[in-house]
């Protein structure tokens, strides 16, 4: 058969119509990225909205009012960028306010000392609390405990085990020598290992210990979770309900210790000024960039608001907070009709168990069905590194897609698994996932996160990168851009997962869990 001439003139018409349509669309992708980058870059409000969520707001824990301060500005603030924006209620917590806290040794010698009271801690007495102080026998088992347990009356009790050194292991590697470093390690391993087993001879935990110092009458609890790095402890809650818990500084406790140990009569006043607030609502914060073509299909911008208190939650989830909401702002500006309807969830009590972001899949099953992509950023100021499939089998195709609109020196430090393993907790996106939807982590570079301000008294503005929190908007904002363009939607056809190395069996997707909305009960 000959190539009949029309013919040919039309197919090559429509190689060149397809061509034109594909160079067009390529341009006004680049000319909207390049938009995108210059906004980020020139007109950045990281630093201003840093401030005023670290430095003002402070920290924001669940239950307090800092927290709904948070949500209250983070509402106006989305207004004020033309983005509509509500605090949903999801559920109650335990209302609590930490006040001023003061710790001061009386005796042998007076000095303040550095630490501070911990998540819902009991207060104490207008006047404080002044007693000596004890520690924690050596006991061959429960029933000697038992007897021991009446000399805690109206003392502070001293709870962790005084740590060998205040050094982090690096700086140990650096100076000293290697004979001296292995000696150090080893004697550490050797007293922890004491330690454990001391504190199970008592038939108690870490944990379940305080009740019982409570019960058997003690003054308060004193103890000192060492991260491993210089100045940082790790802050959580008391675990108690009528008695004060505070943590101290690896130096100034491991002080008290042995004062208390050499018989120095240690002596010890902390007044701790915090309040109840019986039950108070909680929520998440939802902003919403209405999509023009397909208002029913989603992008979602997640990061966790909540935080614990020891610093001002600048890294966990500060950061995470920043990107999406400098992503939506820049998106607003450049992009401010997208085909799908944009999403930011700020979502709280994630730190007690992801409550807020289960809440609200359980809450919006139409989010979850019409779910065309979920980018969740939460673990610490560094810029992404890392993208899993999440073992969705066609991530590959579409991320890898929208990762190539991104500029050049974003994606030079990622690195993609694909299909991965489906996140079973650990932050937001998992409560999507779990419902068998495409929510993805953008994992960050760590910067010292797990040591210094992962749920530390340092996680705090200082430690924010502000270039690689900017780095990670432009990288947040691109992804939305393009999963909002995408003429497709998003398979969520599920991947043979693979065997678990430490249980030999293959591993299953994850079961949906319901958050706790009646949080903080005693």
Known sequence: MRNHPILLLLCLFVLASGTAQETAAEQQTAALVAQIEKEAVENSQLETLAHQLMDVIGPRLVGTPQMNKAHEWAVATFKEWGIPAENEQWGTWRGWERGICHIDLLEPRVVSLHGRQ???????????????????????????????????????????????????????????????????????????????????????????????????????????????????????????????????????????????????????????????????????????????????????????????????????????TLTMMEAARILKKVYPNPKRTIIVGLWGSEEQGLNGSRAYVEDHPEVVSGLQALFNQDNGTGRVVNISGQGFLHAYEYLGRWLEAVPDHVTEHIETQFPGNPGRGGSDYASFVAMGAPAFSLSSLSWSYWNYTWHTNLDTYDKIVFDDVRNNAILTAVLAYMASEDPERTSREKAVLSVNPRTGEQREWPEPRSPNREGGQD
């Open 118 to 320: 911990l998540a819902w801690s009991p207060s104490t007495p207008a006047k404080g609390i002044t007693a000596d102080l004890i520690t924690l026998p050596e006991v061959a088992d429960s029933l000697a405990f038992a007897r021991w347990l009446p000399e805690v009356k109206g003392k502070w009790v001293l709870v962790s085990m005084p740590e060998p050194t205040g050094r982090p292991d690096y700086n140990w590697e650096e100076w000293a020598t290697e004979a001296s470093f292995e000696k150090m390690k080893s004697d550490r391993e050797a007293q922890t290992k004491a330690w454990r087993q001391n504190l199970r001879n008592t038939g108690y935990s870490s944990r379940s210990i305080n009740q019982a110092l409570e019960a058997a009458g003690a003054a308060g609890i004193v103890q000192s979770r060492w991260s491993g790095a210089f100045g940082a402890n790790k802050i959580f809650s008391a675990n108690t309900e009528e008695i004060p818990v505070i943590d101290l500084s690896l130096e100034d406790y491991g002080m008290l210790y042995r004062m208390a140990e050499n018989g120095d009569g240690p002596r010890l006043r902390v007044v701790a000024e915090s309040r109840e607030l019986g039950r108070v609502p909680t929520f998440n914060t939802v902003a919403t960039i209405r999509g023009t073509e397909l208002p029913d299909e989603y992008i979602v911008l997640s990061a966790h608001f909540d935080s614990w208190d020891g610093g001002t939650g600048a890294t966990d989830n500060g950061t995470g």
